[in-house]
């Protein structure tokens, strides 16, 4: 259990495009979702987090107009990077958080490569 | 606020030999979840261990092992027996809220990363 997906795995776009990135849980509702990006060899920076059914809290410095996140289900959350510049080529990973027992933890999903050209 | 520190960029380990990953962190809430992810090099994150503030005894799972050290705020990862598929990157994480029942929807904060290189 506590499987999630996002898609595209890998995208590669012109610059000035918008890119859309799904992340879904597949075998559990998730009121809260997270969005992360991850340069190389580097960590995970949280960009926002996703409350279904009500605006995004974007942490410090992401600009919420260029990252655009929906959160319309309890399975589905978007991000879209729009007009997509080189330097947003990175990696980014959704997690889904699971609130079901005690302990339970955010689940992730297996990224999505973003190159912009 | 919050911080994860993860000292040791790079580690190696002969395979079947245990080896321990250090993980310092600092927050004032009494009530703290920490976690061990692992990253191999296609990119998830793989959920390890997990050990709440107000866990008693240390977590374990497998053969990951959490050291909880409280008073010296630690909490390093053991890994026993040592496998060439452990080799990866490993990240430890921290969230205010020891997961009951909302915890699980505080953000998470990562540290820099041990990159693990088992050697057969």
């Known amino acids: 259990g506590a499987v999630v997906s996002q898609h595209p795995s890998r995208v590669i776009c012109k610059s000035g495009t918008s890119v859309k990135i799904e992340c879904r849980s597949l075998?559990?509702?998730?009121?809260?979702m997270f969005w992360y990006r991850q340069f190389p060899k580097q960590s995970l920076m949280l960009m926002a987090t996703s409350n279904e059914g009500s605006k995004a809290t974007y942490e410090q410095g992401v600009e919420k107009d260029k990252f655009l996140i929906n959160h319309a289900s309890l399975t589905l959350s978007t991000l879209t990077v729009t007009s997509a510049h080189p330097e947003d080529s990175s990696f980014y990973i959704c997690?889904?958080?699971?609130?079901?027992?005690?302990?339970?933890?955010?689940?992730f999903g297996p990224g999505t490569r973003l190159t912009v050209l | 606020a919050q911080k994860i520190t993860q000292t040791q960029p790079g580690m190696f380990v002969q395979e079947k030999e245990a080896v321990t990953l250090d993980c310092t962190y600092d927050t004032s809430d009494p009530s703290y979840g920490l976690f061990w992810y692992k990253q191999p090099s296609s990119g998830e994150m793989i959920f390890l261990i997990y050990q709440g503030s107000y866990d008693q005894q240390n977590a374990t799972e497998g053969r990951y092992s959490l050291n909880f050290q409280k008073a010296r705020k630690s909490a390093n990862l053991v890994i026993s027996a040592s496998q060439l598929g452990d080799s990866a990157m490993y990240f430890c994480a921290m969230r205010e809220g020891n997961g009951n029942y909302g915890g699980a929807t505080n953000k998470l904060i990562f540290g820099t990363g041990t990159l693990l290189a088992v050697q057969p």
């Open positions: 075998d559990f509702q998730a009121t809260t």
């Open positions: 997690s889904a958080a699971r609130v079901a027992f005690s302990t339970d933890t955010q689940y």
